[in-house]
């Protein structure tokens, strides 16, 4: 029973020990200083801070942001520096002429750029390098561009390009013969030629071709009613004469002479019966002549009147190809409509639209 005493008094203490052991101490509290004083209020200010080094800096102007000098003209001739003085000094008269005419404004500069160009600029013609052309054309395509050098196609649809081309003999009768039958009532026209060269058979028939490409069976609708042209062959140009009498008895009004057939002698008989002539530059007697119809020059200078004025008209005219003139046109036979006919029908033949010579030839 003791012994039975003994072992509850040990359970009991062990677990007292173990209840102790679980129980949580309680936190001592800080202690907390209290003041009477009240404590001063700091205010923080914020303030610019300025190195002594830093400076305001001043807008600097870029040079490339300095506007240019507008171009306020209608029509400008762009020649620089190094452009042929005589090209640039002939179609600044041409342009001038033709700006008066029709009220427009002209200008004309050495130096351009792709800013320069206003809403008033209709066109430029450009004596420049076609890199320059590119660059301008690129940044003004409301701007038409009249290009003078040798590109054999557009590069775009505001570039225009007039390009000198070497005319053929055959080119040049073709147009002899088309000039002929524009300017004489009644397609009353001849031509005297060599007749035993290859160079007065080509004569012979390019002018054959041109005046009938024009007119056709080119008959007179009065009495005496003729299929022209009538056509006189030389072996010899001192023998003129005989040629001569053919046309005259056929009522031929307008004759060609081809430049190796010419002479002074027979120049001045045409003179002498009143019968004008299609001549070219440079042949025998010309200087003696007195009924001009018109002379076929080399086209070393063209005329550009007509094709500004085609492109004003918003015409694509793409390649331009110059190689013959028409000069000393007697405009009371050959008016404007009747020239500008012709310079169209030029521009197809040079382009190789209109054969010179019969099939076959």
Known sequence: MKKFKCHILGIVLVLTLLLGACKQETPIPT?????????????????????????T???????????????QAQIVLW?????????????????????????????????????QLSVQTQLVVALTSQAELQTMAEANGQVQFLYIGN???????????????QALPEQQSFLAGLVAVLGTPEFRVGSITMSNTAAG?????????????????????????ILYPIQAELEDPANWQAGLDHLLSQEVKTVFVQPEASSQELISALNA????????????????????????????????????????????????K??????????SKLGAGKQILFERYKEDLLNGDIKALPYGQ
């Open 273 to 320: 019966k009143g019968i004008a002539i299609i001549a070219v530059e440079g042949q025998s007697g010309l200087d003696l002549a007195e009924n001009v119809l018109g002379v076929l020059s080399s086209g070393l200078v063209a005329d550009i009147s007509p094709i500004v004025e085609r492109i004003l008209a918003h015409e694509p005219l793409g390649v331009i």
């Open 322 to 331: 110059i190689g013959l003139e028409l000069t000393r046109i007697d405009e």
């Open 201 to 225: 058979q080509i004569a012979r028939d390019g002018f054959l071709t041109g005046a009938r490409y024009y007119c056709g069976l080119c008959r007179s609708r009065y009495t005496p009613l």
């Open 79 to 115: 020649a620089p520096g190094n452009a042929d003085a005589n090209l640039a000094q002939n179609f600044t008269g041409q342009l001038q002429n033709y700006a008066q005419q029709n009220a427009l404004s002209f200008e004309q500069r050495e130096t351009l750029s792709p800013s």
């Open 31 to 55: 202690p907390v200083v209290v003041s009477d004083h009240t404590p001063l209020a700091v205010s923080v200010s914020e303030t610019d801070e300025t190195t002594p080094d830093q400076t």
């Open 151 to 165: 590109l054999q196609e557009s590069p775009m649809p505001n570039v225009h390009i007039l390009n000198q081309v």
């Open 57 to 71: 800096a001043e807008p600097v102007e870029d040079p490339g942001s300095v506007s240019l000098e507008q171009v």
